[in-house]
Protein backbone atom coordinates (compact mmCIF):
# COMPACT_ATOMS: atom_id res chain seq x y z
CA UNK A 1 0.00 0.00 0.00
CA UNK A 2 1.09 3.84 -0.62
CA UNK A 3 0.09 6.72 0.01
CA UNK A 4 0.81 10.11 -1.12
CA UNK A 5 1.68 13.66 -0.50
CA UNK A 6 2.53 16.93 -2.04
CA UNK A 7 4.45 18.66 0.51
CA UNK A 8 7.99 17.83 -0.96
CA UNK A 9 6.98 20.40 -4.07
CA UNK A 10 7.83 23.18 -1.76
CA UNK A 11 11.84 22.32 -2.06
CA UNK A 12 11.10 24.35 -5.41
CA UNK A 13 11.10 27.43 -2.97
CA UNK A 14 14.18 26.99 -1.48
CA UNK A 15 15.74 26.20 -5.03
CA UNK A 16 14.24 29.68 -5.80
CA UNK A 17 15.61 31.03 -3.37
CA UNK A 18 19.20 30.17 -3.54
CA UNK A 19 19.04 30.64 -7.65
CA UNK A 20 19.19 27.54 -8.72
CA UNK A 21 16.85 25.53 -11.68
CA UNK A 22 18.90 22.32 -11.81
CA UNK A 23 19.65 20.22 -8.30
CA UNK A 24 19.34 17.38 -6.53
CA UNK A 25 17.14 16.47 -3.92
CA UNK A 26 15.79 14.35 -1.46
CA UNK A 27 13.66 14.21 1.82
CA UNK A 28 12.25 11.99 4.56
CA UNK A 29 10.39 11.66 7.56
CA UNK A 30 6.39 10.64 7.96
CA UNK A 31 3.87 12.45 6.32
CA UNK A 32 3.43 16.25 7.19
CA UNK A 33 6.40 15.79 8.84
CA UNK A 34 9.96 15.41 6.09
CA UNK A 35 13.08 16.84 5.77
CA UNK A 36 15.35 17.97 3.43
CA UNK A 37 18.28 15.20 3.38
CA UNK A 38 19.86 16.34 0.25
CA UNK A 39 20.05 19.65 -1.47
CA UNK A 40 23.02 19.69 -3.75
CA UNK A 41 23.87 20.85 -7.24
CA UNK A 42 23.90 18.49 -10.42
CA UNK A 43 27.74 18.04 -9.94
CA UNK A 44 27.17 17.51 -6.34
CA UNK A 45 27.66 20.59 -4.55
CA UNK A 46 26.22 21.18 -1.30
CA UNK A 47 23.19 23.64 -1.66
CA UNK A 48 23.03 24.18 2.06
CA UNK A 49 25.70 26.80 2.89
CA UNK A 50 23.88 28.77 -0.09
CA UNK A 51 20.52 28.50 2.22
CA UNK A 52 22.54 29.88 5.02
CA UNK A 53 23.48 32.93 3.43
CA UNK A 54 19.61 33.68 3.13
CA UNK A 55 18.90 33.22 6.87
CA UNK A 56 16.25 34.80 8.67
CA UNK A 57 14.65 35.96 5.20
CA UNK A 58 11.62 38.30 5.73
CA UNK A 59 8.54 37.02 4.07
CA UNK A 60 4.94 38.75 3.39
CA UNK A 61 2.81 35.88 2.34
CA UNK A 62 -0.11 36.24 -0.34
CA UNK A 63 -1.70 33.27 1.37
CA UNK A 64 -1.97 31.50 5.12
CA UNK A 65 -0.41 28.26 3.22
CA UNK A 66 2.86 30.58 1.84
CA UNK A 67 5.20 29.70 4.60
CA UNK A 68 8.12 27.56 3.35
CA UNK A 69 10.47 30.64 4.07
CA UNK A 70 8.60 32.08 7.31
CA UNK A 71 10.79 32.63 10.12
CA UNK A 72 8.99 29.55 11.47
CA UNK A 73 11.07 27.39 9.23
CA UNK A 74 14.19 29.09 10.01
CA UNK A 75 13.80 28.67 13.38
CA UNK A 76 13.15 25.10 12.97
CA UNK A 77 15.85 24.75 10.83
CA UNK A 78 18.31 25.72 13.38
CA UNK A 79 16.90 23.92 15.79
CA UNK A 80 16.91 20.34 14.15
CA UNK A 81 19.64 20.84 11.81
CA UNK A 82 17.63 20.10 8.90
CA UNK A 83 15.23 22.58 6.61
CA UNK A 84 11.53 21.41 7.35
CA UNK A 85 9.75 21.01 3.96
CA UNK A 86 5.82 21.43 3.22
CA UNK A 87 3.13 21.19 5.82
CA UNK A 88 6.27 20.05 8.38
CA UNK A 89 6.29 23.89 9.23
CA UNK A 90 2.89 23.71 10.41
CA UNK A 91 3.72 20.64 12.53
CA UNK A 92 6.02 21.43 15.29
CA UNK A 93 5.79 22.86 19.27
CA UNK A 94 3.16 25.09 20.44
CA UNK A 95 5.56 27.80 20.74
CA UNK A 96 4.64 28.92 17.43
CA UNK A 97 1.03 29.05 17.87
CA UNK A 98 -0.30 29.89 21.51
CA UNK A 99 -2.20 32.52 20.05
CA UNK A 100 -3.28 34.85 16.77
CA UNK A 101 -0.13 37.11 17.83
CA UNK A 102 1.81 34.57 18.05
CA UNK A 103 1.26 32.56 15.23
CA UNK A 104 1.71 36.66 12.90
CA UNK A 105 5.37 36.65 14.26
CA UNK A 106 6.32 33.03 13.39
CA UNK A 107 4.03 32.84 10.14
CA UNK A 108 4.07 36.14 8.89
CA UNK A 109 0.68 39.28 8.17
CA UNK A 110 -2.05 39.47 8.40
CA UNK A 111 -3.27 35.79 8.57
CA UNK A 112 -0.53 34.10 11.17
CA UNK A 113 -0.35 31.03 8.83
CA UNK A 114 -3.01 28.22 7.77
CA UNK A 115 -4.01 27.32 11.17
CA UNK A 116 -4.66 30.09 12.93
CA UNK A 117 -8.75 31.83 13.13
CA UNK A 118 -8.00 34.72 10.32
CA UNK A 119 -6.02 31.94 8.33
CA UNK A 120 -8.18 29.01 8.08
CA UNK A 121 -11.72 31.55 7.59
CA UNK A 122 -9.04 32.43 4.05
CA UNK A 123 -9.22 28.67 3.30
CA UNK A 124 -12.78 27.58 3.90
CA UNK A 125 -13.87 30.54 1.59
CA UNK A 126 -11.43 29.57 -0.89
CA UNK A 127 -12.15 26.40 -0.46
CA UNK A 128 -15.81 26.79 -0.87
CA UNK A 129 -15.04 29.16 -4.12
CA UNK A 130 -13.57 25.71 -5.49
CA UNK A 131 -16.50 23.27 -4.74
CA UNK A 132 -18.57 26.17 -6.91
CA UNK A 133 -16.10 25.75 -9.64
CA UNK A 134 -16.24 22.09 -9.79
CA UNK A 135 -19.93 22.07 -9.55
CA UNK A 136 -20.17 24.76 -12.08
CA UNK A 137 -17.43 22.62 -14.78
CA UNK A 138 -19.73 19.76 -13.89
CA UNK A 139 -22.83 21.37 -14.89
CA UNK A 140 -21.44 23.31 -18.03
CA UNK A 141 -20.45 20.05 -19.23
CA UNK A 142 -23.98 18.98 -18.92
CA UNK A 143 -25.62 21.66 -20.83
CA UNK A 144 -22.81 21.29 -23.44
CA UNK A 145 -21.29 24.34 -23.33
CA UNK A 146 -17.50 25.03 -25.27
CA UNK A 147 -14.69 24.60 -23.33
CA UNK A 148 -13.55 28.41 -23.55
CA UNK A 149 -16.84 29.58 -21.76
CA UNK A 150 -16.87 26.65 -19.35
CA UNK A 151 -13.30 28.12 -17.81
CA UNK A 152 -15.13 31.71 -18.62
CA UNK A 153 -18.00 30.61 -16.47
CA UNK A 154 -15.50 29.32 -13.82
CA UNK A 155 -13.55 32.22 -13.17
CA UNK A 156 -16.53 34.07 -12.83
CA UNK A 157 -17.09 32.49 -9.33
CA UNK A 158 -17.88 35.40 -6.29
CA UNK A 159 -15.10 35.41 -3.89
CA UNK A 160 -12.63 33.23 -5.89
CA UNK A 161 -9.32 34.84 -5.08
CA UNK A 162 -7.19 35.76 -8.11
CA UNK A 163 -4.65 33.08 -7.68
CA UNK A 164 -7.28 30.53 -8.06
CA UNK A 165 -8.46 32.30 -11.30
CA UNK A 166 -4.98 32.59 -12.54
CA UNK A 167 -5.08 28.50 -11.81
CA UNK A 168 -8.64 27.88 -13.31
CA UNK A 169 -6.52 28.16 -17.01
CA UNK A 170 -4.32 25.50 -15.14
CA UNK A 171 -6.80 23.12 -14.00
CA UNK A 172 -8.86 22.80 -17.15
CA UNK A 173 -5.68 22.16 -18.85
CA UNK A 174 -6.46 18.59 -20.13
CA UNK A 175 -2.33 18.61 -21.42
CA UNK A 176 -1.24 19.63 -18.06
CA UNK A 177 -0.68 17.19 -15.17
CA UNK A 178 -2.10 18.68 -11.69
CA UNK A 179 1.35 17.86 -10.08
CA UNK A 180 -0.36 15.37 -7.88
CA UNK A 181 1.22 11.87 -7.99
CA UNK A 182 -1.66 9.50 -8.38
CA UNK A 183 -1.57 9.40 -12.50
CA UNK A 184 2.13 9.41 -13.06
CA UNK A 185 2.35 7.15 -10.59
CA UNK A 186 -0.47 4.88 -11.79
CA UNK A 187 1.57 4.69 -15.52
CA UNK A 188 4.50 3.52 -13.83
CA UNK A 189 3.07 0.43 -12.49
CA UNK A 190 0.88 -0.37 -15.25
CA UNK A 191 3.11 0.52 -18.23
CA UNK A 192 6.93 0.32 -16.53
CA UNK A 193 7.53 3.41 -16.90
CA UNK A 194 10.31 4.50 -14.60
CA UNK A 195 9.65 7.32 -12.43
CA UNK A 196 10.63 8.64 -9.29
CA UNK A 197 8.05 9.74 -6.59
CA UNK A 198 8.13 10.65 -2.99
CA UNK A 199 5.73 7.76 -1.31
CA UNK A 200 4.45 7.25 2.27
CA UNK A 201 5.04 3.43 2.97
CA UNK A 202 5.58 1.21 6.18
CA UNK A 203 8.76 1.42 7.25
CA UNK A 204 9.94 -1.74 7.68
CA UNK A 205 13.95 -0.89 8.30
CA UNK A 206 13.99 1.79 5.50
CA UNK A 207 14.92 4.68 8.00
CA UNK A 208 16.67 3.64 11.44
CA UNK A 209 15.44 5.12 14.80
CA UNK A 210 11.07 4.67 13.70
CA UNK A 211 9.28 2.07 14.29
CA UNK A 212 9.09 -0.79 11.49
CA UNK A 213 5.01 -0.50 12.10
CA UNK A 214 5.15 3.32 11.40
CA UNK A 215 4.52 4.94 7.86
CA UNK A 216 7.61 6.69 6.23
CA UNK A 217 7.70 9.86 3.50
CA UNK A 218 10.82 8.73 1.17
CA UNK A 219 11.52 8.90 -2.07
CA UNK A 220 11.40 5.70 -4.70
CA UNK A 221 12.04 4.83 -7.90
CA UNK A 222 9.32 2.75 -9.05
CA UNK A 223 8.81 0.82 -12.61
CA UNK A 224 5.98 -1.91 -12.52
CA UNK A 225 5.98 -4.22 -9.41
CA UNK A 226 9.29 -2.96 -8.90
CA UNK A 227 10.28 0.00 -6.48
CA UNK A 228 13.72 1.27 -5.16
CA UNK A 229 13.66 3.45 -1.90
CA UNK A 230 16.22 5.59 -1.67
CA UNK A 231 18.93 5.64 1.53
CA UNK A 232 17.04 8.08 4.20
CA UNK A 233 19.30 9.12 7.30
CA UNK A 234 17.57 11.68 9.78
CA UNK A 235 19.79 12.98 12.64
CA UNK A 236 18.59 12.16 16.19
CA UNK A 237 17.84 15.37 16.84
CA UNK A 238 14.79 14.95 14.48
CA UNK A 239 14.22 11.56 15.18
CA UNK A 240 13.81 12.10 19.12
CA UNK A 241 12.42 15.31 19.44
CA UNK A 242 10.32 15.72 16.20
CA UNK A 243 9.19 11.92 14.79
CA UNK A 244 9.18 10.13 17.89
CA UNK A 245 6.58 12.35 19.84
CA UNK A 246 4.32 12.42 16.69
CA UNK A 247 4.29 8.71 15.94
CA UNK A 248 4.33 7.86 19.99
CA UNK A 249 0.80 9.95 20.37
CA UNK A 250 -0.41 8.39 17.22
CA UNK A 251 -0.02 4.84 18.90
CA UNK A 252 -1.88 6.03 21.66
CA UNK A 253 -4.99 6.98 19.97
CA UNK A 254 -4.97 4.06 17.99
CA UNK A 255 -4.91 2.25 21.23
CA UNK A 256 -7.50 4.39 23.06
CA UNK A 257 -9.61 3.88 20.01
CA UNK A 258 -9.35 0.08 19.49
CA UNK A 259 -9.47 -0.45 23.20
CA UNK A 260 -12.49 2.00 23.68
CA UNK A 261 -10.93 3.25 27.01
CA UNK A 262 -11.84 6.58 27.80
CA UNK A 263 -9.06 7.01 30.81
CA UNK A 264 -6.82 6.68 27.58
CA UNK A 265 -8.52 9.49 25.87
CA UNK A 266 -8.78 11.63 28.66
CA UNK A 267 -5.01 11.20 29.70
CA UNK A 268 -3.85 12.39 25.83
CA UNK A 269 -6.14 15.26 26.69
CA UNK A 270 -4.96 16.23 29.77
CA UNK A 271 -1.49 16.40 28.13
CA UNK A 272 -2.83 19.22 26.01
CA UNK A 273 -1.64 22.81 26.66
CA UNK A 274 -5.13 23.76 25.70
CA UNK A 275 -6.57 21.83 28.19
CA UNK A 276 -7.68 24.20 30.82
CA UNK A 277 -9.58 22.00 33.19
CA UNK A 278 -11.21 17.92 33.18
CA UNK A 279 -14.24 18.85 32.82
CA UNK A 280 -13.38 19.91 29.65
CA UNK A 281 -11.72 16.74 28.93
CA UNK A 282 -14.81 14.83 30.28
CA UNK A 283 -17.12 17.43 28.09
CA UNK A 284 -15.33 16.69 25.11
CA UNK A 285 -15.30 12.52 26.00
CA UNK A 286 -19.41 13.15 26.73
CA UNK A 287 -19.33 14.43 22.79
CA UNK A 288 -16.67 11.58 21.32
CA UNK A 289 -17.39 8.64 22.72
CA UNK A 290 -20.38 7.88 20.90
CA UNK A 291 -19.16 8.67 17.56
CA UNK A 292 -16.11 6.13 18.80
CA UNK A 293 -18.42 3.11 19.09
CA UNK A 294 -20.46 3.92 16.09
CA UNK A 295 -17.29 3.73 14.25
CA UNK A 296 -15.80 0.26 15.97
CA UNK A 297 -19.19 -0.88 15.10
CA UNK A 298 -18.55 -0.52 11.27
CA UNK A 299 -15.41 -2.25 12.00
CA UNK A 300 -16.60 -4.95 13.16
CA UNK A 301 -19.17 -5.62 10.70
CA UNK A 302 -16.91 -4.80 7.89
Given at each position: ?????????????????????????????????????????????????????HKKINQNPSTPFEDQLAPVAWDMYEFYGLFPIGDTVRNSTWKYHRDLETKIKWYGAPWGGADSELGWK??????????????????????????EDIKNSAKSIPGLSEEWKNMVDELLDSNKLSGEQHVPFIDS??????????????????????????AVEICACISGEKFEFEESTLPERVINWYIKPRTLLAKQALEAFLKQDTKLIADIL????????????????????????QEMKKITQD
Open positions: MVGFCHGHYSVENLANLVGVKEYEWQVAGVNHGIWLTKFTTKDGKDLYPEIEKWYVTQLNAVVDVISKFAQAIESGMKFIVNGTKKRFVVNVLNKGKIKGIDDDIERDWRTKNSQQVQKLIDELYPFVI
